[in-house]
Nanobody, 126 residues
């Protein structure tokens, strides 16, 4: 079992920045960690992913150049630094862990991940 807890969400104006955190406990080894988001009335969409034992990362086109995913293995924590936020970034942001070796190297689908956090709300006003 992997328990994930997100934090760092908030309400801010367009152009601002937030750093989201995802603390993992339980079985802390994962092949990859990912961030997804879900806006009201929309499907959950992929944001970014990072391999646990390397610096390999992959981003959705909509956030590339603005968001940065990173991890601190000593703290079992994954971060998502969100810069130059836009109103369309408003969503609940979820952290996810991929513990199975099978599947794509960069998981971008909801089904590629095995465990999920409860989410943290990010609201960006114009």
């Amino acid at each position: 079992q992997v328990h994930l807890v997100e934090s760092g969400g908030g309400l801010l104006q367009a152009g601002g920045s937030l750093r989201l955190s995802c603390a993992a406990s339980g079985r802390t080894f994962s092949y990859a960690m990912g961030w997804f988001r879900q806006a009201p009335g929309k499907e959950c969409e992929f944001v970014a992913t990072i391999r646990w034992n390397s610096d390999n990362t992959y981003y959705a086109d909509s956030v590339k150049g603005r968001f940065t995913i990173s991890r601190d293995n000593t703290k079992n924590t994954v971060y998502l630094l969100t810069n130059n936020l836009k109103p369309e970034d408003t969503a609940v942001y979820y952290c996810a862990a991929k513990i199975s070796r099978s599947g794509p190297y960069y998981g971008t689908g909801v089904g590629d991940y095995d465990y999920w956090g409860q989410g943290t709300q990010v609201t960006v006003s114009s």
